[in-house]
């Protein structure tokens, strides 16, 4: 056969494989069995491992998975993926859209209206059609590369197909676990001997974050695209409810119970279907999500800190089950508050089983009046902790006695102690009380602080009763020989983990003082201080006045910021973190931006550059302050081109912005 031929069949079993899972993921009618589905692809398969020249990254094979990854690269996203607003009452969705109707000054607005999925956000760049890179949401500003791993799922086309498709955009939508596929999933667990998943949404993100695609290719993902980031064309639709039915004409899967409502009625109406709806959907919906249908509409409303002012998301109520409270116990935090937990008699809400729920803290216990043996209402609302919502007091049995909390911590024994204005109870006992060493490490290494892949509740308890880390410090001095002898962990395990908190150095200053886990400074409290403060020593020396002039933070977190750098000890660590190679790009303060050399200047990227890539080059330039586009216009200052530019520097000369070459770029930023 000569390779005309097999190119020629190669095109013909892609569009053909193409074609068959667009009829099976998007309008549920299978055109062809399975195993003539199968058939096909293991043709495609044989003749691309026999004329590998042929291969394409858009070929339906990328979805089989490839060999492990050491880890997930970080994505910035160029446009931030930002929260919802909830409205948990009729009331407060009610006064959202009097909101609205008076900044827009109309009597009704018409939304788009669609489930709220229970899965991940996730964003997927295609450029010139295929599918160039796909990230998790991360943090709203930073997600991780999982690219790979997006391959694998069959209902995300690798290249979109039809008219009107810009040569680049970012598809914005929900990975998440259909209720069957779940369902097998667990069996196929549960035969194998391995651990089940506790819900779909907890088996799609465990599914997603595999750092061996082949086993991502196994699990049953999948998609619906709700939304776009970066949009680089002029044909951009002028509603939401248009761009999806654009989006769905180039193969994308849109979930098919959105729909358009006019006025507040209609949205309640909605709500109210959609929930009697709900358990005969074959996805974990936990609420409506409303949207201002109009994009200019949208874009006059703008944004409030991390969330649209022209959406927001109606929760379902709170599912709730009775159960009998075998005990009460206290935990202690990585802050010291002592938590009465209840333990109870194994029960489902919601699908899934619950056998703890918190109680808060001493004055909930009281105002409750949970006791040993009650019969408890508990509820639970999505992912938020179950919580005993009340005691059904006609089952309390005789004689049954009050819970009291302990004087003393249940973990250290030193004595315990209240503040002022605060219903919460500490141990006094700091990193001596066991508790909150292994609680202040475990959250040092969590996710959205330092990262360090692999070190769990376990393995820090391993560490710590070893006596191998005294403080965070000692996890930078950990090496695989001492790593190795460590139960469950053989060499291979302790190099990973080597390697994680290797990795872990390169972050960024918020996230490394987040993860010292200051009382009361969360993730957007720490990326203040990164912006307004600009390093470390800044933020390590500010007196409580000159943080009380930031924004947002008032005189209790300002002393807590100015106890915790005050202690010689915390000092020291912050010290031989440093000292061990823990590093961070230089930031620019916001107060520094007013002078940077390029503020107000509009640039816009086109091509491949030699010298860096492009979300590189895209950060220089912000530093400097600069503002990236994604599409020219009259009000661009300048177009730097690299290789294979496409139309826009031709466009550029039609609208008169200077154009820079790769080499004029450097020139300029340096």
């Known amino acids: 056969m000569s390779e005309e031929f097999i190119r020629e069949r190669i095109d013909e079993l892609r569009l053909a494989i193409n074609r068959h899972n667009s009829h099976y993921h998007q309008y549920d009618s299978p055109q062809v069995s399975d195993a003539e589905y199968d058939r096909l692809f293991r043709e495609l398969q044989e003749l691309e491992q026999a004329y590998p020249a042929f291969r394409t990254p858009d070929s339906p094979t990328e979805r089989m998975g490839a060999e492990p990854l050491k880890g997930f690269d970080p994505v910035s996203h160029e446009v931030p993926m930002l929260s919802l607003d909830n409205a948990l009452s009729d009331d407060e969705l009610i006064a959202f859209d009097k909101r609205l109707r008076e900044r827009l000054d109309t009597e009704r607005i018409e939304y788009l209206a669609e489930p709220k999925l229970d899965g991940l956000a996730i964003s997927l760049v295609y450029e010139h059609a295929i599918l160039l890179r796909a990230a998790t949401r991360g943090d709203g500003q930073v997600g991780e590369n999982v690219t790979r791993n997006v391959q694998t799922i069959r209902s995300i086309p690798l290249k979109l197909n039809g008219k009107k498709i810009p040569q680049f955009i970012e598809i914005r939508g929900e990975i998440f676990m259909p209720k069957k596929g779940f369902l097998a999933l667990n069996q196929r667990c549960r035969a194998t001997g391995m651990k089940e998943f506790a819900n779909p949404r907890n088996a799609a993100a465990g599914s997603l974050r595999q750092l061996d695609s082949r086993i991502t290719a196994t699990r049953p993902l999948d998609f619906f695209c709700y939304g776009h980031g970066v949009f680089v064309d002029q044909l951009r639709p002028k509603s939401h409810w248009k761009m999806l039915q654009l989006m769905r004409s180039w193969g994308l899967p849109v979930c098919p119970e959105g729909q ?25 919906i936990d609420g409506v999500v409303y949207k201002v249908d109009n994009f200019a509409l949208q874009e006059r409303l703008g944004f409030i800190a991390r969330a649209p002012r022209w959406a927001i998301a109606r929760k379902f109520p709170a599912e709730e089950a009775l159960s009998v409270v075998a005990d009460i116990d206290v935990q202690v935090g990585r802050t010291g508050a002592l938590t009465p937990v209840a333990r109870l008699r194994p029960v489902e809400v919601g699908g899934v089983t619950v056998t703890n729920a918190t109680l808060h803290n001493a004055d909930e216990v009281r105002r409750k009046d949970v006791r040993k043996g009650d019969t408890v209402v508990v509820r639970r609302a999505g992912d938020v902790i179950p919580e005993v919502a009340r ?22 024994g030193s004595a315990v102690e209240t503040v002022a204005g605060e219903s919460t109870i500490r141990c006094s006992g700091g990193l001596a009380c066991p508790a909150q060493h292994r609680e202040m490490i475990k959250h040092f290494a969590s996710r959205k602080a330092m990262d360090i892949e692999g070190l769990g509740d376990k393995r820090i308890s391993q560490l710590i009763e ?7 410090a000692d996890l930078y001095r950990l090496d695989v020989d001492r790593l190795k002898g460590l139960e469950r962990m053989g060499r291979k395990s302790a190099e990973n983990l080597v390697q994680a908190i290797e990795n872990s150095k390169k972050t960024t200053l918020a996230r490394f003082i987040h993860a010292f886990g200051l009382r009361d400074v969360g993730e957007a409290t720490a990326q203040l201080l990164e912006q307004r403060l600009g390093s470390l020593e800044a933020i390590m020396d500010a007196d409580e006045d000159s ?18 750098f005050d202690q010689p000890s915390n000092r020291k660590v912050t010290e031989q973190l440093v000292a061990a190679g823990i590093t961070w790009q230089a930031v620019r303060t916001i107060k520094d931006t007013l002078h940077q050399p390029l503020a107000g200047q509009s640039f816009v990227l ?40 496409g139309s826009k520097a031709s466009k550029a000369l039609d609208l008169d912005v200077e154009i820079l070459s790769e080499e004029d770029f450097l020139s300029l930023i340096r």
Do not use: W
């Open 606 to 645: 086109t091509g491949t550059l030699d010298s860096m890539p492009r979300d590189q080059a895209k950060q220089e330039l912000k530093k400097l302050g600069a503002r990236i586009s994604a599409s020219l216009s009259s009000k661009t200052d300048y177009l730097v081109v690299g290789d294979n530019p």
């Open 466 to 472: 070893r006596k191998m880390i005294d403080s965070v």
């Open 391 to 412: 005691v059904v007091m006609e089952h309390r049995k005789p004689g049954a006695s009050p819970f009291a909390m302990p004087s003393r911590c249940p973990i250290c």
């Open 260 to 284: 358009i409502v006019q006025g507040i009625e209609a949205c309640r109406e909605y709500f109210q279907r959609l929930q009697e709806k709900r358990v005969a959907l074959d996805y974990e």
């Open 547 to 564: 943080l009380m002039e930031l924004p947002g933070i008032g005189p209790v977190v300002a002393r807590n910021i100015r106890h915790f």
